[in-house]
């Protein structure tokens, strides 16, 4: 079975308190321009642990994502499945050192079809670097300003 792992860190003048509920798919819309989810379960209506949702990206297509680990305010798990046979799970640890909350983020795709193999072959380290920057940025920005940072 063919898997890769990527990882990046960085941090925020925020504390964990104010950036672990963040981390939601439905907290995303406040900071992420491109998000968009559809909820499928979740008893509070916000992240917590069994949460279901699903994404439908252009890089990804349809992904049904289920909140694994949930432990606030340090530590957030998903576990993500595609039709094409790609699973992949996030992880996002938050600690704080000085007055910033470093977050380390961490995924691992896992390919358990021929189309789910290639996917992962192509995906590029240029790629994952891309889309953390972009991520980055938004949190950074939302964080500093209360406003999304608009493409």
Known sequence: MKSLTRTHQFAVSA?????????CPVREYEWIP???CEM????????EQDCVFRTNFPDTGPMTWV?????P???????????????????????TEDT???LHWSRRWLATT???E???????GEAFAATMATLQATLTHYLATGEMLRP
């Open 100 to 102: 910033l909350t470093h």
């Open 73 to 95: 305010p340090t530590l957030i798990e998903f576990t993500c499945f595609t039709p094409a046979g790609l699973v992949m799970r996030l992880s996002i640890k938050l600690h």
């Open 118 to 124: 290639a996917w992962i072959a192509g995906y590029t």
């Open 40 to 47: 499928l379960h979740s008893q509070s209506g916000v992240a």
């Open 34 to 36: 491109t998000w968009h």
């Open 114 to 116: 021929p189309a789910a």
């Open 15 to 23: 504390s964990p308190e104010k950036v672990f509920p963040l981390l």
């Open 67 to 71: 909140v694994s680990r949930y432990e």
